[in-house]
């Protein structure tokens, strides 16, 4: 059985980069448009205007983490299996990098460069700094029990933590802790990695 076709709608300099790196994770066939936010062609598939989005069986799917994680799903990679116990904590894990990381770095991107200038509040982010730095502290224990967040599977949530890891350091935000500085590393240097950033 062939795999499906997919589209991947977004520019990598986005949470697109996500889609792409889980593709490649599988080993999927894919076209990428990298199209960008707010674009005709993405609102045509996204009301919002906001990437990536995902065309599968020619249906549009939104959301970085709601893609990547249908995509592990339907693959059977990158996950534990949906109602395990293993699959409930993997799921708490990706929920607390989109909480505690993801939204603090989304943002910080707000206030930066995306609100319209008068309602930008530039101060926010030496805040948003501090909570970035103490959500990582309490995320490093996490990586004892193996090189990823669920031991010895590389699941969602690492990838979703290394993306992040990314975007702070172009966001200039403090260096994580050396546990997760190094997951990064590990993160960053595998294969898929290299190819989903050159898509």
Same mark, same amino acid.
């Given at each position: 059985?062939?795999?499906? =076709?997919?589209?991947?709608?977004?520019?990598?300099?986005?949470?697109?980069?996500?889609?792409?790196?889980?593709?490649?994770?599988?080993?999927?066939?894919?076209?990428?448009?990298?199209?960008?936010?707010?674009?005709?062609?993405?609102? =045509?598939?996204?009301?919002?205007?906001?990437?990536?989005?995902?065309?599968?069986?020619?249906?549009?799917?939104?959301?970085?983490?709601?893609?990547?994680?249908?995509? %592990?799903?339907?693959?059977?990679?990158?996950?534990?299996?949906?109602?395990?116990?293993?699959?409930?904590?993997?799921?708490?894990?990706?929920?607390?990098?989109?909480?505690?990381?993801?939204?603090?770095?989304?943002?910080?991107?707000?206030?930066?460069?995306?609100?319209?200038?008068?309602?930008?509040?530039?101060?926010?982010?030496?805040?948003?700094?501090?909570?970035?730095?103490?959500?990582?502290?309490?995320?490093?224990?996490?990586?004892?029990?193996?090189?990823?967040?669920?031991?010895?599977?590389?699941?969602?949530?690492?990838?979703?933590? %290394?993306?992040?890891?990314?975007?702070?350091?172009?966001?200039?935000?403090?260096?994580?802790?050396?546990?997760?500085?190094?997951?990064?590393?590990?993160?960053?240097?595998?294969?898929?990695?290299?190819?989903?950033?050159?898509?």
């Amino acid at each position: 059985m062939t795999d499906p =076709a997919y589209t991947v709608i977004g520019t990598t300099r986005s949470r697109t980069a996500r889609v792409l790196w889980a593709l490649e994770e599988l080993g999927l066939a894919y076209v990428h448009h990298p199209a960008l936010p707010q674009s005709e062609d993405v609102r =045509a598939l996204n009301p919002s205007g906001k990437v990536p989005v995902l065309v599968a069986d020619g249906v549009p799917i939104t959301d970085s983490v709601a893609i990547v994680q249908f995509l %592990a799903d339907r693959h059977g990679g990158l996950t534990h299996r949906a109602g395990t116990i293993d699959r409930a904590h993997q799921d708490g894990l990706t929920q607390l990098v989109l909480d505690e990381i993801d939204a603090v770095l989304w943002t910080a991107a707000r206030h930066s460069f995306i609100l319209p200038p008068e309602m930008r509040l530039p101060a926010i982010k030496q805040s948003l700094m501090w909570e970035f730095s103490r959500s990582l502290d309490r995320l490093a224990p996490r990586l004892d029990r193996g090189p990823w967040l669920m031991g010895d599977l590389f699941t969602v949530p690492d990838l979703l933590l %290394a993306h992040c890891i990314g975007w702070a350091k172009a966001a200039k935000f403090p260096d994580p802790p050396a546990a997760i500085a190094d997951h990064h590393a590990r993160a960053a240097a595998r294969p898929a990695w290299g190819r989903a950033i050159r898509a």
